[in-house]
């Protein structure tokens, strides 16, 4: 809403604060086109959330009001305080339920599929319920009743995590970590990236000192893990566009994995090959020598034109000629990223999409709902704006039928912050093809040692408290930080084992 050219602000307040934490998700989704404030006075502003919660003779009293738009709602509830609820953390939901049951009344419709959960990981949930012994139906009631999820969206975060659950507990008995190496350098930039790496413009400038920067970080690094005898069970590479490397680069990089990391427990090793404009027939024998068992050529759509727009230097044909240079060279599995949403893209664009992507049968199709992510092109020109009931969600629809129809299965799933519509992103594979990592980066279950710029590191402990730590993105700021970020993950590590 603008007045006077001016974009209105909705001001929320609460009392007190924690109880009504996260509160800000719910009305962004409620409201996109404002900009929202927590607190703060300003006079001028007609719009205004106030949000109140008192524990009363073993109630959580709760009282709010809306005033948007030149419309006011507003609403009590008490809600009894029960051994289970009246902790600090169940307060909070019952306040969160209320807060969002409002706000659905003042906008005469229901605000998101994902209900109270705003979170990035929404199957972690359902794993701790699976941990607290309940069974299906009574995570489902959980699901819908306490956290407002919609049956469809709580059938398939069940799913995925009865799918992917044995791949936790395989994680679990062993002394295993996996590891994560960051390249974040890209050919050029993607119109919906907000990427903080470098875009390369001079190889012996940009990746010669990155590489040497790495190699010794991954040296320090595979001490450390000799030491406390920590096996690798799977590694990452991931950008950026790791592909970026040339031939003796990657050659340098898996020598010191086969020398450090590498051993018979190891499981997968992924290359992430976003960008066919960096593949080839002999790159892809390369790939092979090395050891990769896995490789991501990510198309995002087959559509050329739409590929033209967001600012991938390829076309469809060059990611079907990828995939079968993958194949000649040996590599058995193989995924695909997919963006659902890109601008100008439509039903008939999404049909072709996944019909071509399947004629390749790659292993995984990974599903993307396009998010608007801050600092990207994309932002800067259509804004963060969020839609609900979008032809997205009907795009998104279609193509994961298309896959179930095809035998795949989805394993793991994750939300990210700025999506164009109240969905997901979702890994689909055929069965027995599950990425490991995909699952334990998700899921937060396994120790994660990022090592490379960008790469963040979650260190898990044996009660399942998480250290996270992160490496400077910029490569120049990264090989400068190299021995402080040593150090500090190496105390870490040691601190944990
Ligand atoms: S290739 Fe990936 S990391 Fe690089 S600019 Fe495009 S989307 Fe961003």
Redesign the pocket.
């Known amino acids: 809403m603008y007045i006077g050219g001016k974009k209105i602000d909705i001001i929320i307040q609460t009392e007190p604060e924690q109880i009504f934490h996260g509160v800000h998700e719910l009305v962004r989704m409620a409201f996109p086109q404002f900009n929202i404030k927590m607190g703060g006075e300003d006079a001028e502003c007609p719009n205004r959330i106030f949000l109140q919660g008192r524990v009363e003779e073993k109630a959580l009293c709760l009282y709010g009001s809306i005033q948007v738009d030149g419309k006011r709602t507003e609403d009590r509830q008490n809600c009894p305080l029960t051994e289970e609820t009246a902790a600090s953390g169940s307060k909070r939901w019952l306040a969160r339920a209320f807060a969002y049951r409002l706000l659905c009344r003042h906008c005469g419709s229901g605000l998101n599929d994902y209900g109270l959960l705003t979170g990035v990981r929404p199957v972690k949930l359902v794993h701790r319920m699976l941990d607290r012994g309940l069974g299906q139906a009574q995570i489902m009631r959980e699901l819908q009743q306490k956290y407002l999820i919609t049956a469809s969206r709580a059938r398939l975060l069940m799913e995925v995590a009865y799918n992917n659950r044995s791949y936790l507990e395989e994680s679990a008995a062993h002394h295993l970590v996996s590891i994560y190496i960051g390249i974040p350098l ?1 050919p050029s ?2 119109f919906y ?1 907000s ?1 903080p ?1 470098a875009v390369l413009k001079s190889y012996p400038e940009q990746v010669e000192p990155y590489v040497r920067a790495l190699g010794q970080e991954m040296d320090d690094i595979g001490k450390v893990l000799k030491e406390l005898g920590l096996g690798v069970q799977t590694i990452y590479i991931g ?3 790791p592909t970026v490397l040339a031939d003796k680069d990657i050659n340098t990089l898996f020598e010191l994995l086969h020398e450090k990391y590498i051993s018979s427990v190891t499981r997968e090793i992924t290359l992430e090959a ?2 066919p404009d960096t593949l080839s027939s002999r790159r892809m024998e390369l790939f092979k020598k090395v050891g990769i068992s896995r490789l991501c050529i990510n198309p995002q759509t087959m559509n050329d034109v739409t590929l033209k727009r967001i600012g991938r230097q390829h076309t469809s044909r060059d990611v079907g000629a990828a995939v079968e240079w993958a194949r000649q060279a040996g590599i058995d599995r193989i995924n695909m990223d997919l963006i659902v949403g890109l601008p100008g893209e439509d039903q008939e664009d999404y049909n072709s999409t996944i019909a071509q992507a399947l004629e390749l049968k790659p292993e995984n199709i990974t599903l993307h709902t396009l998010a608007a992510k801050k600092g990207s092109d994309l932002a800067r020109i259509e804004g963060l704006s969020w839609q609900k009931d979008d032809p997205i969600k009907a795009g998104l629809a279609s193509m994961q039928a298309k896959l179930r129809d095809e035998g795949y299965q989805p394993y793991y799933l994750y939300r990210q912050k700025y999506m164009r519509t109240d969905a997901e992103n979702t890994g689909y594979s055929l069965p027995g093809c599950f990425c490991r990592f995909n699952i334990q980066m998700i899921e937060e279950r396994q120790t994660i040692i990022g090592i490379g710029g960008g790469a963040a590191t979650k260190l898990i402990d044996s009660r399942g408290k998480i250290t996270s730590l992160y490496n400077p993105t910029d490569p120049d700021s990264y090989c400068t930080a190299i021995p402080a970020l040593v150090r500090r993950k190496v105390d870490n590590l040691r601190a944990l084992n």
């Open positions: 890209c930039r993607c990236c990427f790496g950008g950026g566009t976003g960008r």
